[in-house]
């Protein structure tokens, strides 16, 4: 069966996966995702398709996105030409809104104006529901680049492990071992399909060819970057392809991943 593609238009994009990945040094951002929701939690012990990783990426969009329209309204009011780039970035991504020139504030414009009550961020607020629209069209964007970046999810999946750790997170007992890591669960097809697609079908240590078109006698391992015993989760983004020799070598006891990646050509 032919798989489903997606049409991404990436604008702004690659400025907001390294806007992501300038917020992973700061480990307290991970305290912005709704840890409270139980779907979220239960992702983390058995693979969902809504990963820890999509829901970050929004949370740290979202956080950047209602600060910058908050904090800076009256430089948007002074420059036009900044509204006009907010407003292309929706129509990029066929969100339908009203346009700002469009809108009339309920809240006049003076001196003891306060930055919630510029006309800006007023004409934001109105259509928030637009905006929340547009942040996940760029967090499916966002995340299709960041997945192919394995230093990156390993810096994330170490980050999760140390947040998991610090007991910041309520988590039932029933989804954890006697050692308080999760449990390892059935890896779903569609994971496989996604790491194996992702990795190339080469394990991502020693590269070797794991797709049988070159050798049968290899056998593909999906391993936990940051091991489960190392309090790392059943998430997508915390898995990797890996050969039979390195899995065993790599074991339970380090969370380690390949930088190694097959050119387009060579020199």
């Not at 809504?50 to 969009?61: D, F, G, P």
């Not at 078109?213 to 999906?222: A, N, P, Q, Y």
Request: net charge negative.
């Amino acid at each position: 069966m032919r798989r489903p593609t997606q049409q991404f238009v990436f604008q702004h994009v690659y400025e907001m996966a390294s806007m992501v990945e300038e917020c992973l040094e700061n480990e307290g951002s991970l305290i912005e995702v709704d840890w409270d929701d139980s779907e979220v939690i239960q992702g983390l012990a058995s693979f969902s398709k809504i990963s820890l990783l999509h829901r970050y990426v929004y949370a740290m969009i979202a956080v950047e996105h209602r600060r910058e329209y908050r904090k800076n309204a009256d430089l948007y009011e002074e420059g036009p030409e900044s509204i006009g780039r907010v407003e292309r970035l929706l129509q990029s991504y066929d969100i339908p809104f009203l346009p700002y020139k469009k809108y009339r504030p309920p809240i006049p414009v003076d001196e003891a104006t306060t930055r919630e009550e510029y006309s800006f961020h007023q004409w934001f607020l109105s259509q928030e529901a637009e905006f929340e629209w547009l942040w996940e069209r760029l967090t499916e964007e966002v995340f299709h680049i960041l997945f192919g970046n394995r230093s990156f999810l390993l810096r994330f999946n170490q980050a999760v492990a140390k947040y998991i750790q610090s007991d910041r997170v309520m988590i039932p007992e029933t989804l954890l071992d006697a050692a308080k890591c999760f449990r390892r669960v059935y890896l779903p097809s569609w994971v496989k399909d996604a790491v194996y697609f992702r990795d190339h079908g080469r394990c991502t240590l020693c590269q070797v060819d794991l797709s049988g078109l070159l050798s049968t006698d290899r056998v593909d391992h999906f391993d936990h970057i940051v091991p489960l015993a190392l309090h790392g989760i059943n998430d997508p983004c915390n898995i990797q392809l890996l050969c039979e020799r390195c899995n065993l070598k790599k074991g339970d006891r380090t969370a380690v991943t390949g930088t190694r990646y097959s050119p387009w050509w060579t020199q």
